[in-house]
């Protein structure tokens, strides 16, 4: 994790006017930062979460879902929930269910592609290769087989 956050603070240093983040783009904005943030307190619970007035929830959460994180973020708003606007906490709800059951759908798709090969000998080159480095590997967002 250290040297990840070295490389991460390496990559956010430049000698141009207008600060570069690690994906080239401009400098983090507060959502962001919150958003990596929650990500990060998903890694280690004693990383506290942005207070739940420092910054736009409803935005950090859509910022979760563009970054397909955003079952992180729901799980992470659980214990603040009650402190959220009600059509906040209601579109967190609506959305953990849709994705739930759209994470079903490929794993119940994989699992057919799985009866369909038998015997054949297979090697899974991401999504449930990758869940091991997941804290959580059932917040993970699913998208094909």
């Known amino acids: 994790m250290a040297q990840c956050e070295s490389l991460y ?52 959460f859509r910022e979760g879902i563009y970054q397909a994180v955003s079952l992180f973020v729901c799980d992470a708003l659980a214990g603040v929930k009650e402190h959220l606007p009600k059509d906040l906490q ?8 849709t994705r739930v ?19 054949e000998p297979y090697v899974i080159l991401k999504g449930e290769a990758a869940a091991a480095y997941y804290p959580n590997p059932d917040l993970r967002i699913l998208g094909d087989v």
């Open 90 to 97: 209601e579109e967190i709800s609506r959305h953990s269910m």
């Open 9 to 60: 603070n390496g990559l956010l240093q430049s000698k141009s006017k207008v600060p570069y983040n690690a994906w080239g783009v401009g400098k983090l904005n507060q959502e962001q930062s919150a958003l990596l943030a929650v990500l990060r307190h998903g890694i280690d619970p004693n990383v506290p979460l942005p207070g739940i007035n420092d910054c736009d929830w409803a935005l950090v």
């Open 101 to 119: 059951a759209a994470n079903i759908t490929v794993m119940r798709n994989q699992r057919n592609l799985a009866d369909i090969l038998g015997e």
